[in-house]
């Protein structure tokens, strides 16, 4: 699924039916470590401050479903925001990572990250936990916040929010062309290589 062709942002929203200023994205599992209580419970202070934003989560892993969907429902400010998308095809996807702006992942621990990724490839503003695969894949250009702390992801999304999402988006998606593309994983791994033989 990584390094799709871009999509147009306006056809991507149609495909999806979905909109929001921001169109914030949450894609992963819904298990303990996804932690996506935690993120609802940080949406649900921030979004009161960003009445034009709408949620969009995508999940396969529904392990935790009868508690996100209660969570939803139950809450006044997330019930028409928040759009649980479920199982999302393959070919699908892209059409929400070119429909987005902010990327959020509530992970207490990840492997590798793919979805982040995905996300930096499409120009997506990641506001992601302060966890080491994060920090590698998204460096010093995002707000990170504490895993499993709500107010701290609701500050971290304001704040995002607040600032120029366009250039965000932009340096996102520089970083992922500098440090992340098949390209610049090329290039790394040939001067790499070189290396090695010369020494």
Not at 27 to 49: F, H, Q
């Amino acid at each position: 699924m990584l390094f799709r062709s871009p999509v147009g942002r306006e056809r991507a929203r149609s495909a999806i039916n979905m909109d929001g200023a921001p169109l914030i994205l949450w894609v992963g599992r819904l298990t303990t470590n996804k932690d996506p209580l935690t993120v609802l419970d940080g949406l649900e202070r921030s979004l009161p401050t960003i009445p034009a934003a709408r949620v969009a989560m995508v999940f396969g892993d529904d392990t935790l479903i009868d508690g996100v969907d209660a969570r939803v429902r139950g809450s006044d400010v997330l019930r028409d925001r928040v759009v649980l998308a479920g199982r999302v095809d393959h070919d699908e996807m892209p059409n929400y990572y070119a429909a987005a702006d902010v990327f959020v992942s509530g992970s207490h621990s990840e492997g590798s990250g793919d979805a982040l990724i995905e996300a930096m490839s499409a120009g997506l503003a990641p506001v992601v936990t302060d966890i080491p695969p994060f920090r590698a894949i998204a460096g010093d250009m995002h707000l990170r916040w504490t895993p499993g702390d709500a107010d701290d992801f609701a500050r971290a999304l304001l704040e995002t929010c607040a600032a120029d999402l366009g250039a965000l988006k932009a340096a996102a998606k520089a970083r992922f062309d500098r440090h992340l593309s098949w390209d610049a994983l090329g290039a790394r791994t040939v001067a790499e290589y070189r290396t090695l033989i010369a020494s």
